[in-house]
T-cell receptor, first 113, second 109 residues
Framework: DGGITQSPKYLFRKEGQNVTLSCEQN?????MYWYRQDPGQGLRLIYY???????QKGDIAEGYSVSREKKESFPLTVTSAQKNPTAFYLC????????????FGPGTRLTVT | GENVEQHPSTLSVQEGDSAVIKCTYSDSASNYFPWYKQELGKGPQLIID?????GEKKDQRIAVTLNKTAKHFSLHITETQPEDSAVYFC????????FGDGTTLTVKP
């Protein structure tokens, strides 16, 4: 089965702790993305990567970090510097530049208390 | 940067009626316009898309129209069914993706 997996589905952390969200794809896609979704709002781009070992900041990168050491994997770390980390996080991938269809994972709901 | 406005934010229709959701964008460089359907607690799924060299595209009960001059595009769903109930997002792509804030569609049986 080809697709994107995100784990875990629900994640709980205490304030001040860093947390890493997993995203894996077996679609052989070059590009991968991380979005944040808050209630009643659209998706906002955090980071994206067009190729291994390269990534770019999106619109709301502050307080987040990523790595792209393998084509299949694009983990997102939510650091303690992110002021409002509680949100629904979505990972996506596409064949190349964003003018190709993006395939989304099932998402991770992060709650920080 | 790109700005996408989506209307309405909520839409309620009777089963069998049509539903129309509209989006406007600001960046004339945008050349790809996908529409996504998101069910509760899940990731968005692409339902239809259109590129800037096309004015209309149809797939069974779903159609999308694009007016590049006016910088707006619309999603049309005909013969709506209860399973069409979900949140729908438009997006405009000009290098990066910019999404609208979503429309919650409710189809009443």
């Amino acid at each position: 089965d080809g697709g994107i997996t995100q784990s875990p589905k629900y994640l709980f952390r205490k304030e001040g702790q860093n947390v890493t969200l997993s995203c894996e794809q077996n679609l052989n896609h070059d590009a991968m993305y991380w979005y944040r979704q808050d209630p009643g709002q659209g998706l906002r781009l955090i980071y994206y990567s067009q190729i291994v070992n390269d990534f770019q900041k999106g619109d709301i990168a502050e307080g987040y970090s990523v790595s792209r050491e393998k084509k299949e994997s694009f983990p997102l770390t939510v650091t303690s510097a992110q002021k409002n980390p509680t949100a629904f996080y979505l990972c996506a991938s596409s064949m190349g530049l964003p003018s190709y269809e993006q395939y989304f994972g099932p998402g991770t709901r992060l709650t920080v208390t | 940067g790109e700005n996408v406005e989506q209307h309405p934010s909520t839409l309620s229709v009777q089963e069998g009626d049509s539903a129309v959701i509209k989006c406007t964008y600001s960046d004339s460089a945008s050349n790809y316009f996908p529409w996504y359907k998101q069910e509760l607690g899940k990731g968005p799924q692409l339902i239809i898309d259109i590129r800037s060299n096309v004015g209309e595209k149809k797939d069974q009960r779903i159609a999308v129209t694009l007016n590049k001059t006016a910088k707006h595009f619309s999603l049309h769903i005909t013969e709506t069914q209860p399973e069409d109930s979900a949140v729908y997002f438009c997006a405009a792509i000009a290098g990066k993706s910019t999404f609208g804030d979503g429309t919650t569609l409710t189809v009443k049986p």
